[in-house]
T-cell receptor
Framework: DSGVTQTPKHLITATGQRVTLRCSPR?????VYWYQQSLDQGLQFLIQ???????AKGNILERFSAQQFPDLHSELNLSSLELGDSALYFC?????????FGQGTRLTVV | DQQVKQNSPSLSVQEGRISILNCDYT??????FLWYKKYPAEGPTFLIS?????DKNEDGRFTVFLNKSAKHLSLHIVPSQPGDSAVYFC?????????????FGTGTRLTVIP
């Protein structure tokens, strides 16, 4: 158990809908990262937050947004969903020891 | 721009042989490097790390080598076992205390053939 909690574990939704993925980092970790892993693809970095502020942005679509709250949990919002958004979405938190990943949320868009 | 690159998306190795996974980086400020292992439908897990003050770090069957002048690191697995079949990601940070700002490669899928 990495200590990073992601909910829900599975999500099935229709095209055009909006979903929110949630991540609770390890206690004390200030950084949260979001990654997308599509079928047979590597980890694609989406966005990083550090202590509530956006730190770095990767290949995140404009339809996607994220935020980190004062209690340090983070949410990834995906809107106007398309079939191609079906993927595993991972959250990680990190400290000086490195990054620790959650189990991921599997999103299926039908 | 991808600052950490893993140019081999996949690698197949016979059981018992050595697996060598490579990683290159472009940012000369990177000072701390990590390898993660990922099984299907699970989050990546930490495997081994190395600081730039070393050129080698060993942990059981896993050894990471760092060549700072070439901006290159590699992970050696000896002997390879079928259970090592996974996707391996390398990551880098500007310092160990800055490991809260990691840059990841896109991964190499290792298949160990029994």
């Amino acid at each position: 158990d990495s200590g990073v909690t992601q909910t829900p574990k599975h999500l099935i939704t229709a095209t055009g809908q909006r979903v929110t993925l949630r991540c609770s980092p390890r206690s004390g970790d200030l950084s949260v990262y979001w990654y997308q892993q599509s079928l047979d693809q590597g980890l694609q970095f989406l966005i990083q937050y550090y202590n509530g502020e956006e730190r770095a942005k990767g290949n995140i679509l404009e339809r996607f947004s994220a935020q980190q709250f004062p209690d340090l949990h983070s949410e990834l919002n995906l809107s106007s969903l398309e079939l191609g958004d079906s993927a595993l979405y991972f959250c990680a938190s990190s400290n000086q020891d490195g990054a620790f990943f959650g189990q991921g949320t599997r999103l299926t868009v039908v | 721009d991808q600052q950490v690159k893993q140019n081999s998306p996949s690698l197949s190795v016979q059981e018992g042989r050595i697996s060598i996974l490579n990683c290159d980086y472009t940012n000369s400020m990177f000072d701390y490097f990590l390898w993660y292992k990922k099984y299907p439908a699970e989050g990546p897990t930490f495997l081994i790390s190395i600081s730039s003050i070393k050129d080698k770090n060993e942990d059981g069957r896993f050894t990471v080598f760092l060549n700072k002048s070439a901006k290159h690191l590699s992970l050696h697995i000896v002997p390879s076992q079928p259970g090592d079949s996974a996707v391996y990601f390398c990551a880098a940070a500007e310092s160990q205390t800055g490991a809260n700002n990691l840059f990841f490669g896109t991964g190499t899928r290792l298949t160990v053939i029994p």
